[in-house]
């Protein structure tokens, strides 16, 4: 047990360097962190320092497309809904920061809508500003693409992100708006759907402050 944490702990502090991601990818691998995500829980602190590791690794694009194809994402959402049990907020967030690097894939539709909307509202209802504000901004990342939008608006997320604009930071009206835009983009009824929900009103009150 000593040796896995060492190990994870010296993979997580080497992939906080960009320069030395690719060849842990190359070298270590990215499924083995996987697995030591999957140990019992007497591994707490292993399981923490390889979903870091993750966290750290997804960031670069080669990383994502090998989690993409092993279908590795559905996994981490199930270790999240199992910790959510045990109220273990710590997992719940590093997975919803991996799901938020995803946002930046060269091809999101790629990453299951059911999994990532669902995820990153682990951190817009956290008590972090700095977490509430990286989540909206992965799901603004996400509105660009149609499938993305579509699970945003069914699952009521448009309203969550309205009752955002009464926190007085600029950083979340700026990430709310980004939303609001991608989401504009897309056909006659989403926009019809942020008028009809108080996009119009929601503006105003940001340019009102």
């Given at each position: ?8 702990r ?13 060849r ?147 950083q ?27 996009a ?10």
């Amino acid at each position: 047990m000593e040796l896995q944490l060492e190990a994870a702990r010296a993979v997580f502090r080497m992939s906080q360097k960009k320069e030395l991601r690719k060849r842990v990818k190359d070298e270590a691998g990215v499924l083995p962190l996987v697995g030591l995500c999957f140990c019992g829980n007497m591994y707490g602190l292993t399981r923490h320092y390889a979903l870091q590791a993750i966290a750290n690794l997804t960031k670069e694009e080669a990383v994502r497309k090998e989690l993409l194809h092993q279908n590795i994402l559905p996994r981490l959402t199930r270790l999240a809904r199992k910790f959510n049990s045990m109220m273990d907020t710590q997992i719940q967030q590093l997975v919803s920061a991996i799901f938020s690097n995803f946002s930046l894939s060269e091809d999101t539709t790629a990453v299951p809508s059911y999994e990532a909307i669902p995820a990153l509202y682990t951190l817009i209802f956290s008590d972090t500003i700095e977490l509430v504000v990286e989540g909206i901004w992965a799901i603004a990342n996400y509105c660009k693409e149609e499938g993305k939008r579509k699970e945003l608006i069914e699952s009521e997320g448009v309203k969550v992100l309205f009752s955002l604009l009464k926190v007085k930071e600029v950083q979340i009206w700026f990430e709310v708006s980004r939303c609001m835009l991608n989401i504009s983009a897309g056909g006659d009824w989403e926009r019809q759907y942020l008028i009809k929900e108080g996009a119009l009103q929601a503006l105003v009150s940001i340019f009102t402050g």
